[in-house]
């Protein structure tokens, strides 16, 4: 069982940025594969951002490419989202994920979650 519980939220204007904290609780943390996912309001939970258990392979979604970066430290079970130059685009409750394999980006694949926290960027 992992357990999962992201923090750094808030409400920023377009340009300036964030940087997302996600605190895991358990064991082996460093053979997950964590991500971060978004929801927008009337929207389907979407992928943002995933890196492997010992960080040697990171991907992102299109949208957020050259602009958030997603990070790890295995020795404080951590994982973090480093997002600039925000756009009122990127608001939602952004979450933290874990226990996917691969190049997992899909809900599905993963088997932990963070309750969310919420990112509001106005222009």
């Known amino acids: 069982q992992v357990q999962l519980v992201e923090s750094g939220g808030g409400s920023v204007q377009a340009g300036d940025s964030l940087r997302l904290s996600c605190a895991a609780s358990?064991?082996?943390?460093?053979?997950?594969?964590m991500a971060w996912f978004r929801q927008a309001p009337g929207k389907e939970r979407e992928f943002v951002a995933a890196?492997?258990?010992?960080?040697?392979?990171?991907h992102y979604t299109d949208s957020v490419k050259g602009r958030f970066s997603i990070s790890r430290d295995n020795a404080k079970n951590m994982v973090y989202l480093q997002m600039n130059s925000l756009k009122p685009e990127d608001t939602a409750v952004y979450y933290c994920a874990a226990g996917g394999i691969g190049k997992a980006i899909r809900v599905r694949e993963y088997d932990y979650w963070g309750q969310g926290t919420q990112v509001t960027v106005s222009s």
């Open positions: 890196i492997s258990g010992r960080g040697g392979n990171i």
């Open positions: 358990g064991r082996a943390f460093n053979t997950y594969t």
